[in-house]
C-alpha cells in the first residue's frame, strides 16, 4: 500500500471558550503555519433550544422570545470584537490577521458542519475535555455528533 500525501489547505478551528481553548487553538494555529493553509476561527451561540420554540414547534413569539433574539444579536456583534481581543492578547495581534473569524448562532453541529463544507475545509480542529471518568470515557455531544456527521477528517484534541 502507498502511503498518500496528506497536504491541508483550510483548517475550521471551533471552541466554546474552554479552559484549554488556547492550547487547542495552537494545535490548529501550528498545523495551519505547516501547511501553509487558511485557518478559520467559529464560535457557535447555541441558539438550538430558542430556534425550536419559535419555528419548529411553531410558538408565537413572545416577549421574551423577542428578546432572546435581540440578545443573540448584540451577542453577535460584540463577540466578535471580544474573540479579536482574546486571540491578540493570547497570540499577539499578528496572529488574527491571517484569520477568518466567524460568530454564528444556531445549532452548534448543523453550523460547524455547514460552515467547514461553505469554507472548504479539509480539517476541523476540536478541543474536549473530560475531567471526571464517565466524561473521560464519553466524548462532549457536539464533538461526539460532528465526528460522527463529517465527512471531513477532525482532529480532537483532549485534555492538554
Given at each position: 500500500m502507498q502511503v498518500t500525501e496528506i497536504t491541508y489547505k483550510h483548517i475550521l478551528y471551533t471552541t466554546e471558550f474552554s479552559e484549554t481553548w488556547k492550547e487547542v487553538f495552537s494545535h490548529a494555529l501550528g498545523i495551519a503555519k505547516q501547511y501553509k493553509a487558511k485557518l478559520t476561527f467559529l464560535y457557535v451561540l447555541n441558539t438550538?433550544?430558542?430556534?425550536?420554540?419559535?419555528?419548529?414547534?411553531?410558538?408565537?413569539?413572545l416577549p421574551s422570545i423577542d428578546k432572546k433574539f435581540t440578545e443573540a444579536k448584540d451577542f453577535t456583534t460584540n463577540t466578535r470584537k471580544k474573540i479579536v481581543k482574546k486571540i491578540t492578547d493570547a497570540f499577539g495581534k499578528d496572529c488574527v490577521k491571517d484569520?477568518?473569524?466567524?460568530?454564528?448562532?444556531?445549532?452548534?453541529?448543523?453550523?460547524?458542519?455547514?460552515?467547514?463544507?461553505?469554507?472548504?475545509?479539509?480539517?476541523?480542529?476540536?478541543?474536549?475535555?473530560?475531567?471526571?471518568?464517565?466524561?473521560?470515557?464519553?466524548?462532549?455531544?457536539?464533538?461526539?455528533?460532528?465526528?460522527?456527521?463529517?465527512?471531513?477528517?477532525?482532529?480532537?484534541?483532549?485534555?492538554?
Open positions: 438550538e433550544l430558542i430556534d425550536l420554540l419559535t419555528f419548529d414547534v411553531g410558538l408565537e413569539r484569520i477568518d473569524i466567524l460568530v454564528e448562532r444556531g445549532n452548534p453541529v448543523k453550523i460547524i458542519l455547514n460552515v467547514a463544507e461553505e469554507k472548504e475545509c479539509d480539517l476541523i480542529v476540536m478541543g474536549f475535555k473530560g475531567k471526571t471518568a464517565l466524561e473521560d470515557h464519553t466524548i462532549g455531544s457536539t464533538v461526539n455528533r460532528v465526528l460522527h456527521r463529517s465527512k471531513l477528517p477532525v482532529l480532537v484534541i483532549h485534555n492538554i
